[in-house]
């Protein structure tokens, strides 16, 4: 987990970006080529796509995920991962095919983890 934070404070100062879509950290909103589409995230929709734009196309497991998502709660580790992450991939997956008409999706790397393709 610290390295995954190491490499994603490499790039914290700069706008989240990721091909067509960027993230306002301001508003916890989406946008699609500029601000011609947005789309408003929950705080923990916002930090599982925040994790995915940083990581630029590389994969994010489910731990690293549900990690970020509960690393305030000082016992989480003891936590069992449940279908948290997958939940909230879900409503991202959903939320990104309807902004993006499908260019931007989720894909999972079946054994691995998670991460944004982008299609022309």
Do not use: C
Request: proline share 4%.
């Amino acid at each position: 987990m610290e390295n995954l934070l190491h490499k994603l404070e490499a790039g914290a100062n700069r706008p989240p970006t990721y091909g067509p879509i960027s993230l306002d950290i301001e508003s916890k909103t989406v946008s699609f080529n500029g601000a011609e589409r947005t789309e408003q995230l929950t705080k923990s929709e916002y930090q599982v796509l925040w994790l995915l734009v940083r990581a630029q196309g590389n994969s994010i497991t489910e731990g690293e995920i549900f990690g970020f998502l509960y690393e305030d709660y000082p016992d989480h580790k003891d936590l069992p991962l449940s279908n948290t992450t997958v939940v909230f991939i879900n409503k991202l997956r959903h939320k990104l095919q309807e902004l993006t008409d499908g260019k931007v999706v989720i894909q999972n790397q079946h054994g691995f983890g998670y991460y944004l393709q982008v299609y022309d």
